[in-house]
């Protein structure tokens, strides 16, 4: 696989473990500032929720990170389509539903990430 698709994917990774750390660990305080226009009383409400989604986010995360350790080319090119693929979906579906931002943030460096892959 070539460093510049390698790059992306640790990138994408840890913008995931932020992610985890973001939505199961930070919702009540840093996530205020970031969703201004969500209801304060809804935070601790939706609390669970963000810690499971962080979690799914954390799993990507890991999933990406495991093609670091994988000396099989294409079981590591397997992994990486699969993970990568997750992420772009759940970014166009984010995109869909929640922000269009979210394309820019997640599903856009992970397609991009695929094609490096594809193309070298």
Not at 3 to 20: D, S, V
Not at 26 to 47: C, H, I, M, Q, Y
Not at 78 to 92: D, H, Q, S
Request: charged residues 10%; glycine residues 6%.
């Amino acid at each position: 696989m070539n460093i510049a698709a390698q790059i992306i994917i640790g990138i994408i990774a840890l913008l995931h473990l932020y992610f985890l750390y973001f939505e199961m660990f930070a919702w009540e305080t840093r996530g205020r500032k970031v969703f201004k226009n969500f209801p304060s009383d809804l935070f601790p409400k939706t609390k669970t929720l963000a810690a499971n989604q962080g979690l799914y986010n954390g799993f990507l995360a890991a999933g990406l990170l495991w093609t670091f350790f994988i000396d099989n080319i294409e079981w590591k090119i397997n992994i990486a389509y699969f993970f990568l693929g997750c992420v772009a979906v759940a970014g166009i579906y984010g995109a869909m539903t929640a922000s269009k931002k979210i394309f820019i943030v997640q599903a856009l460096p992970a397609i991009i990430a695929l094609i490096l892959i594809v193309i070298f």
